[in-house]
């Protein structure tokens, strides 16, 4: 095995080969450091490297360390506090923060072993399906540089698509981390809601979690098990499973049934011949395994949902504007962000209390219904995305009508959102290659707090059509 090869194996496998003493911590975090200093400047992935933190931390840790993922380096994305890290939001009143405390997923990353070498990109405030914000310039898809790896989490992905690390942390509040999955060729879940806890600063989100995007289901549940559970003060947290989820992952689903459909939750968006093709392979590959599929067209197809997850969503991304202010000192201005933000902010700011919270609880009104229409199911099959990767600069955020490049990407991503409304865990498997060459996959979603079924069902899925391609990179 090569050094390159190395970050293209297995988190776990790694951190085993760490334990044995086949190899030593600094070694990977060499290799994962070197990776960087070779590719970021064609993808620029990375926000800060800590190649000295990093070294110092992967020089404490020794073989027979017995820590889950000891020695193993990640990277985090650049939204969630790293104690001595620049922690910017991508935006650039926050461009030069410091963060002072490390955030409970930071905290938890680290117990298990995990080496940080560094932060990842974002969309500025995390905004868009796209990694394009002006504070840090265009990230890069490594499948094609002249395509966008997804958002928000796209420095993430692109960082573990091409080697950079093994597994990244990244966020998802209308499909953040599924997006980026399928954009990369990635494994990428949105667990259940509560499943991870936003600590120490943060409150409940009706739509945000955090998780990570990695090669493997196996990765994925490991370091759920990690990352889930509850922390001191969490007002509501998600019932805990009945046994590990990588032990879920590992077993048997059993024959299911199971929901497809390729009828998108926005009404205007276009299904792309690809990902429609994607799932109906999907389904004949989930038949051949012994489950029950049925094609349904979900009760989603509502200008109002749509409007009222606008509102929602927006309300989030208003309270993170208003935090980089007053990590700056000053109200923000117009002048202070992309034309796009200013929109939003400005949008939510005109709203009452009222108003927004009213959005909030008829949304749930809506996903109740949707939950119910699913109830009979243990799954329901979507594309990933309704297009391919997006040309870099498809997404304006300083269009003339900045709005319109909002309500344009919905188009891109349609049958993500709607989850995080629900709170139900959804993944993204790279089951399949588009003839274009890049990563062609689909969306499955779990019951509520059903990530352990959803985990096995996709390991099951993973082992009958397994993704071993890389992107190549000169």
Same mark, same amino acid.
């Given at each position: 095995m090569t050094d390159s090869d190395l970050m293209f194996e297995g988190a776990g496998e790694l951190a085993g080969m760490v334990r044995s003493g086949e190899i030593s911590s600094r070694e990977l975090v060499q290799t994962s450091l070197q990776r960087i200093e070779e590719l970021n400047p064609m993808l620029n992935a990375f926000v800060q490297v800590d190649a000295d933190g990093a070294l110092a931390a992967a020089d404490q840790i020794g073989a027979g360390d017995e820590r889950p993922f000891a020695g193993v380096p990640i990277a985090i994305k650049n939204n969630r506090p790293v104690k001595g890290l620049r922690l910017t939001y991508g935006c650039s009143l926050m461009s030069e923060h410091v963060a002072p405390y !490390? $955030?409970?997923?930071?905290? *938890?990353? *680290? !117990?298990? @072993?995990?080496?940080?070498? @560094?932060? /990842?990109?974002l969309p500025e405030y995390g905004i868009l399906p796209v990694s394009e914000a002006r504070v840090f310039g265009p990230t890069r898809n490594p499948w094609d540089l002249q395509?966008?790896?997804?958002?928000?989490?796209?420095?993430?992905? #692109?960082?573990? +698509?091409?080697?950079?690390v093994p597994v990244a942390h990244g966020n998802d509040g209308g499909g953040s981390i599924r997006i980026p999955?399928?954009?990369? =060729?990635?494994? =990428?879940?949105?667990? %259940?809601?509560?499943?991870?806890? +936003?600590?120490?600063?943060? =409150? &409940?989100?009706?739509?945000?979690? &955090? =998780?990570?995007?990695?090669? /493997?289901?196996? !990765?994925?549940?490991a370091i759920l098990d990690v990352l889930a559970g509850y922390e001191l003060g969490d007002a509501t947290w998600?019932?805990?499973? +009945?046994?590990?989820? %990588?032990?879920? +992952? #590992?077993? &048997?689903? @059993?024959?299911?049934?199971?929901? /497809? /459909?390729?009828l998108p939750p926005v009404p205007e968006a276009g299904v792309d011949p690809l990902a429609a093709r994607a799932v109906a392979d999907a389904a004949e590959l989930l038949r051949s395994l012994g489950h029950e599929v049925e094609e349904v067209d979900p009760p989603w197809q509502d200008d109002a949902v749509r409007e009222l997850f606008g509102v929602v969503f927006s309300s989030h991304i208003a309270l993170s504007i208003a935090y980089s202010g007053r990590i700056a000192g000053r109200e923000p201005t117009a002048e202070d962000m992309e034309a796009m933000s200013w929109a939003i902010f400005s949008m939510i700011k005109k709203l009452g209390a009222i108003e927004t919270r009213g959005a909030e609880i008829?949304?749930? @009104?809506?996903?109740?219904?949707?939950?119910?229409?699913? $109830?009979?199911y243990d799954a329901l099959l979507t594309p990933a995305l309704a297009e391919r990767p997006l040309a870099l600069g498809t997404l304006d955020t300083d269009a003339p009508d900045p709005m319109a490049t909002f309500t344009r990407s919905g188009l891109f991503t349609p049958f993500t959102p709607v989850f995080n409304a629900s709170g139900q865990p959804g993944i993204s498997l790279p089951l399949y290659e588009g003839e274009d060459g890049l990563p062609l996959a689909v969306q499955i979603v779990g019951r509520p707090a059903g990530e352990g079924q959803l985990l096995a069902l996709s390991a099951q899925l993973e082992s009958a059509c397994p993704w071993e391609r890389r992107p190549v990179l000169e």
């Open positions: !490390d $955030h409970n997923i930071t905290r *938890r990353l *680290r !117990d298990a @072993g995990f080496v940080i070498v @560094g932060t /990842t990109t395509r966008t790896p997804g958002g928000s989490s796209g420095g993430a992905a #692109a960082a573990v +698509a091409a080697g950079m999955a399928a954009c990369c =060729g990635l494994v =990428g879940l949105k667990p %259940a809601r509560g499943r991870i806890s +936003a600590a120490p600063e943060l =409150g &409940d989100s009706s739509l945000g979690i &955090d =998780g990570v995007l990695t090669r /493997t289901v196996a !990765d994925t549940a998600a019932p805990p499973p +009945a046994e590990p989820f %990588a032990v879920s +992952a #590992a077993a &048997d689903p @059993g024959k299911l049934r199971i929901a /497809t /459909t390729t008829a949304l749930q @009104g809506f996903t109740r219904r949707l939950v119910s229409f699913l $109830h009979p």
